[in-house]
């Protein structure tokens, strides 16, 4: 089992930042992938960015330049820098860890006004 915590979330106006935290606990040893989803308004859930634990990383094209996920697995803990921030990038994003299974946190709200 593994539960995940996210933080970091707001309100932010278009062109600021945030940074997401999330926090992962239980089997974090063989969690083999980490990434950030979110939900907007409306849309299905999409993949936001992951981090391999070599830390090899993969964007949506959407966000791939304005954000960064990083990871510190002293800590078990992924980020997630968001900047240059756009009204889309509104929704809920939701932290990802893949071991045996799949696992969820339990989302923290982000929201962009224009």
């Known amino acids: 089992q593994v539960q995940l915590v996210e933080s970091g979330g707001g309100l932010v106006q278009a062109g600021g930042s945030l940074r997401l935290s999330c926090a992962a606990s239980g089997n974090t040893f063989s969690i083999n992938l980490m990434g950030w989803y979110r939900r907007a308004p409306g849309k299905q859930r999409e993949l936001v960015a992951t981090i391999t634990s070599g830390t090899n990383t993969n964007y949506a094209g959407s966000v791939k330049g304005r954000f960064a996920i990083s990871r510190d697995n002293a800590k078990n803990t992924v980020y997630l820098q968001m900047n240059s921030l756009k009204p889309e990038d509104t929704g809920v994003y939701y932290c990802?860890?893949?071991?045996?299974?799949?696992?969820w946190g339990q989302g923290t709200q982000v929201t962009v006004s224009s």
């Open positions: 990802y860890a893949l071991e045996r299974y799949s696992y």
